[in-house]
């Protein structure tokens, strides 16, 4: 054994032959220091994750996709049994106020009439409508829009960075009682669908982000003024934005820190040695 030690090239001092100072011990510390803070800051990027964001144009699958919409809105002065709720779309489907009672409902309120649940649409150009029945065509359709959303939830959700939740509900709060008699109500809505990823949890949404305009307009149809409605034509774009959280493995994690943890104390060995040879130098 004795033979082969003397082949050895990482040779060190014995701690009783090394020779401790304040310089070297102020420097560990700090590298220590160091070295622990990068680790606490770099944790919580560990557990967030990244995301990568895509913008896409979708392949059109003309309709065949139904897209949920959830409303509250509530209209007056209407009473329920004078209001119905249609939807109307390019490929021939119209339905008059035929709505799956257990996600939809309609109540009478003191002011008038609130729908609130959720109904679908197909992915394509169409409108949805709250029509008056047999009422006269001088009346005011004021109303209230508490909310509206596209496509899936994002409750208690974590938006990527400069995603506003906003922006997934437009017409939220908005309240058009203005005087406006017999003018019908026209909000063309144009959406925008994004899909949010999370590999860590598995989790896949396609809310939809939208924008509108807002005009009015007095219906006519043989001469005759119409009574007033609330039209929202929506009109989907082709492009998909894609927001796919990712999170680094831990074998990559524990790689990258102790690589900082060697170049760390590689540099502070080097200012160390640095300071020694000009002290040295100067007192020689």
Same mark, same amino acid.
């Given at each position: 054994?004795?033979?082969?030690?003397?082949?050895?090239?990482?040779?060190?001092?014995?701690?009783?032959? +090394?020779?401790?100072?304040?310089?070297?011990?102020?420097?560990?510390?700090?590298?220590?220091l160091?070295?622990?803070?990068?680790?606490?800051?770099?944790i919580?990027?560990?557990?967030?994750?990244?995301?990568?964001?895509?913008?896409?144009?979708?392949?059109?699958q003309?309709?065949?996709?139904?897209?949920?919409?959830? *409303?509250?809105?509530?209209?007056?002065?209407?009473?329920?049994?004078?209001?119905?709720?249609?939807?109307?779309?390019?490929?021939?489907?119209?339905? *008059?106020?035929?709505?799956?009672?257990?996600?939809?409902?309609?109540?009478?309120?003191?002011?008038?009439?609130?729908?609130?649940?959720?109904? %679908?649409?197909?992915?394509? +150009?169409?409108?949805?409508?709250?029509?008056?029945?047999?009422?006269?065509?001088? %009346?005011?359709?004021n109303h209230?829009?508490?909310?509206?959303?596209?496509g899936?939830?994002?409750?208690?959700?974590?938006?990527?960075? $400069?995603?506003?939740?906003?922006?997934?509900?437009?017409?939220?709060?908005?309240?058009?009682?203005?005087?406006?008699?017999?003018?019908?109500h026209?909000?063309?809505?144009?959406?925008?669908?994004?899909?949010?990823?999370?590999?860590?949890?598995?989790?896949?949404?396609?809310? %939809?982000?939208?924008?509108y305009?807002?005009?009015?307009?007095? $219906?006519?149809?043989?001469?005759?003024?119409?009574?007033?409605?609330?039209?929202?034509?929506?009109?989907?774009?082709?492009?998909?934005?894609?927001?796919?959280?990712k999170?680094?493995?831990?074998?990559?994690?524990?790689?990258?820190?102790?690589?900082?943890?060697?170049?760390?104390?590689?540099f502070?060995?080097?200012?160390?040695?640095?300071?020694?040879?000009?002290?040295?130098?100067?007192?020689n």
């Amino acid at each position: 054994m004795i033979t082969i030690s003397r082949f050895d090239i990482f040779q060190t001092p014995s701690f009783y032959v +090394s020779d401790p100072k304040p310089l070297g011990g102020i420097l560990t510390i700090s590298s220590v220091l160091f070295c622990a803070l990068c680790f606490l800051l770099e944790i919580g990027s560990f557990k967030a994750g990244y995301v990568k964001e895509v913008v896409y144009v979708e392949e059109q699958q003309y309709g065949e996709t139904h897209v949920n919409v959830h *409303l509250d809105i509530t209209v007056f002065p209407y009473p329920c049994q004078h209001l119905s709720l249609d939807i109307q779309d390019s490929k021939g489907r119209y339905e *008059l106020d035929e709505h799956d009672q257990k996600r939809f409902i309609k109540e009478d309120t003191n002011t008038g009439c609130r729908f609130y649940g959720s109904i %679908y649409v197909r992915e394509m +150009s169409g409108n949805f409508h709250i029509t008056p029945r047999k009422v006269e065509s001088n %009346y005011t359709l004021n109303h209230i829009i508490h909310d509206l959303r596209f496509g899936d939830p994002i409750e208690n959700v974590t938006l990527p960075e $400069g995603v506003l939740e906003e922006s997934f509900g437009t017409l939220r709060d908005i309240e058009m009682e203005r005087d406006a008699l017999g003018r019908t109500h026209d909000y063309f809505v144009k959406l925008v669908k994004t899909e949010l990823y999370d590999d860590s949890e598995e989790s896949h949404l396609n809310p %939809y982000q939208y924008t509108y305009t807002h005009r009015t307009f007095v $219906g006519h149809h043989k001469g005759k003024p119409t009574p007033p409605r609330i039209y929202f034509r929506v009109e989907f774009s082709p492009l998909t934005m894609r927001y796919k959280r990712k999170h680094q493995s831990l074998w990559v994690f524990v790689t990258r820190h102790l690589a900082l943890l060697g170049g760390v104390f590689t540099f502070t060995q080097l200012i160390y040695s640095t300071i020694n040879t000009v002290k040295n130098h100067k007192f020689n």
